[in-house]
């Protein structure tokens, strides 16, 4: 049985990554219609795991932890590997992981109180979302930095860069809403996550193009192979 190439696997597990990120957010979008009707503004995602429709979101958890790990290996097969790398990689990676538990812990809802835990369940499910959220920007922002060491990333640095800020920003915003009670709880919490998941997209999109042009690129020595005269 053939093994596939190494180009072939990391554009494969670069587009799984994608797929995953295109998911989590149509599942997301449709959530929001379903009862109970949660805001976007108000309501932390978590709550959309709370309600009849409530294990779609869990699968949903689960799949943002695959998609994490299917990024990770995917960055695995770029460039150099670097103190910076094996870092970035094991904190996502510890991110991804922690959205994979919350399907396990569901959060507790108390209306106009924010986020509040009440339960065992609630308690740790802020806990770990909390740490997954602290991990994946460390490991993004390590990422980020080692990205302009890497030829074949550095043209995505840039927008790379630009959505790591914005997962920092709106890790404040949360914290703030947190501490003092906003009612844009939902809202900030958010634009973390567009932080994140666009980062992975975008970063598993540079590493799936060039991992396709240089899977067109005969190697050395093949291309003019054709032209060697055969010997008697």
């Known amino acids: 049985m053939m ?63 695959v998609t994490t790990l299917c990024a990770i290996a995917a960055i695995n097969r770029v460039g150099h590997a670097s103190g910076l790398r094996r870092g970035g990689v094991f904190l996502l990676a510890v991110g991804g992981v922690c959205s994979a538990i919350l399907a396990f812990f569901p959060t507790d809802v108390v209306p106009g109180s924010g986020l509040v835990a009440v339960t065992t369940a609630g308690t740790v499910h802020l806990f770990v979302a909390g740490l997954g959220f602290l991990a994946a920007l460390a490991g993004i922002l390590l990422l980020t930095g080692w990205m302009r060491t890497v030829r074949e990333l550095q043209g995505t640095y840039r927008a790379a860069l630009t959505l790591a800020v914005i997962t ?55 291309a003019n192979s054709e032209h060697v005269p055969p010997t008697a």
């Open 168 to 222: 920092a920003l709106g890790l404040v915003l949360l914290g703030l809403s947190a501490i003092l009670g906003s009612a844009f709880l939902g809202l900030a919490e958010r634009v973390c996550l567009l932080g994140v998941l666009g980062w992975v997209l975008v970063v598993s999109n540079a590493i799936r193009r060039f991992s396709r042009r240089s899977a067109l690129i005969p190697p050395v020595g093949m």
């Open 3 to 65: 093994q596939p190439k190494p180009k072939n696997a990391r554009r494969w597990l670069a587009t799984a990554a994608m797929a995953g990120v295109a998911s989590y957010i149509v599942i997301d979008v449709v959530l929001q219609f379903l009862p109970p009707h949660y805001s976007v503004l108000h309501d932390a995602e978590s709550n959309l795991a709370v309600g009849p429709f409530g294990w779609i979101m869990n699968l949903n958890f689960l799949g943002r932890g």
